[in-house]
């Protein structure tokens, strides 16, 4: 679905927001619920730079 450092445009969210109406059992990772909300977790870019790559 999602890849490390994959830019999440209007049509990605509108795509997970209707797999999620149409699948609730689907397991999303990177997905919170804040306040009874749901939220994607996500990086910014200097949180991104930040890290250290894989080896």
Request: hydrophobic residues 45%; glycine residues 10%.
């Amino acid at each position: 679905m999602l890849v490390p450092g994959q830019v999440i445009d209007a049509a990605i969210l509108g795509y997970l927001v209707r797999l999620l109406q149409t699948q609730r059992s689907i397991e999303l990772h990177g997905l919170a619920t804040h306040d009874g909300e749901l939220h994607l977790r996500v990086l910014t870019g200097p949180e991104l730079a930040a890290l250290r790559p894989l080896d």
